[in-house]
């Protein structure tokens, strides 16, 4: 394999990373407030709008590996050599690793606030408050994974 062929399979494993990792985060995070807000609902559906937003805010880290493995993508017709395809591997993994642990993270915090809309369906943007506080994680992965990602030199 030459070193061209090796860092654009290196850069193309590094965008996989980035959104299968943070998908599975997505996918994981969407399955706890999914269930209890299923649960909350079968006892009062006119709560559905208050539950939706805390029910798909995990789904945001998903977004965002498919965001940072589009900007990886975006740069394998530049890579020629072993180097650069290392260098966009590793610009992938900040945010393949908060999306991962974020998404679940931020799918236990809205599961909580699950319970709390359903106790007390007017404080529903507090619980949306609190998932946020998680969401900063993932927000701050992309950021450096697009900063690291801009930074290797073609």
Do not use: W
Not at 116 to 145: D, S
């Amino acid at each position: 394999m030459t070193d061209l062929s090796l860092g654009v399979v290196l850069a193309g494993i590094g965008a996989g990373l980035a959104a299968i990792m943070a998908g599975i985060g997505s996918i994981i995070g969407i399955g706890y407030p999914g269930r209890a807000a299923a649960g909350v609902l079968s006892e009062d559906p006119s709560k559905f709008g208050s539950l939706f937003l805390l029910v798909v805010l995990p789904g945001t880290q998903g977004f965002y590996g498919f965001v940072a493995a589009f900007l990886i993508i975006g740069n394998i017709p530049n890579v020629v050599n072993i180097s650069q395809g290392m260098q966009l591997l590793f610009a992938a993994l900040p945010i393949a690793f908060t999306g991962l642990l974020s998404g679940i993270h931020q799918g236990k915090v809205c599961a909580a606030g699950v319970s709390l809309v359903a106790k007390r369906p007017k404080e529903a943007m507090k619980g949306v408050i609190f998932a946020a506080m998680v969401e900063t994680y993932a927000v701050l992965g992309l950021l450096i994974t697009f900063f690291l990602n801009n930074a290797v030199q073609f």
